[in-house]
């Protein structure tokens, strides 16, 4: 038992560490403070092993099975609690009343502008930038950057418009472009 401690936690638990990257690797990786979370957790279910390994299946198995259980569980916890907040979430976008028209920010007494806010004084400035931005773009990719702000994916605004694959990623190219983005920085 000493042997496998001292193999996992050499190096500053490296293989245990190599373990729980392989791991999450397979269910699509997390930020840095979340793996931090589930090396933690790794160490408890280490330790969890030690007690239960009964020397019949090798070690390496057995605990990549039980890290595998255990952070599925976690992960599947972790997003049982995003969706749970997210249906407690309301948007002051939201229709309300039988009128799909009427929307819960339409009723709630604000001066607030967001343009103003964000804008501050160079309003007139940033204006200005964006009219020459797209004075250098063509009609279609005005309208797929119009159909891009109303939510429409690439596929929808290739049909929607009638362009192709090619005719679309030519487009985007062109509006992203650092020859035209210049003029906005």
């Known amino acids: 038992m000493e042997q496998i401690v001292s193999e996992y936690y050499a190096d500053n638990a490296r293989k245990l560490h190599g373990v729980v990257d392989k791991i999450l ?4 990786g997390l930020l ?9 957790l790794a160490n ?3 330790v969890e092993v030690m007690g239960r390994y009964d020397g019949v299946q090798p070690f390496d198995g057995f605990l990549y099975s039980c890290l595998c259980n255990k952070m599925k569980t976690e992960i599947t916890r972790r997003n049982r609690y995003k969706r749970k907040a997210d249906r407690m979430a309301i ?26 806010e964000v804008l ?18 063509s009609k279609i990719q005005i309208e797929i950057l119009k159909l891009i702000i109303l939510g429409y994916r690439p596929r929808e605004i290739q049909k929607e418009l009638h362009i192709s694959n090619t005719q679309y990623s030519d487009a ?10 210049s003029i906005l920085l």
Do not use: P
């Open 25 to 28: 690797l397979k269910f699509g």
């Open 32 to 40: 840095g403070k979340d793996k931090d979370d589930f090396y933690s």
């Open 44 to 46: 408890e279910v280490f």
């Open 91 to 116: 948007s002051i976008d939201m229709s309300i009343g039988d009128e799909e028209n009427s929307r819960l920010a339409d009723i709630i007494a604000d001066d607030f502008d967001m343009d103003k």
């Open 120 to 137: 501050g004084d160079k309003e007139d400035e940033y204006s200005k930038k964006m009219t020459l931005y797209l004075r250098r773009l």
């Open 172 to 181: 985007m190219n062109s509006i992203r472009a650092y020859r035209n983005v």
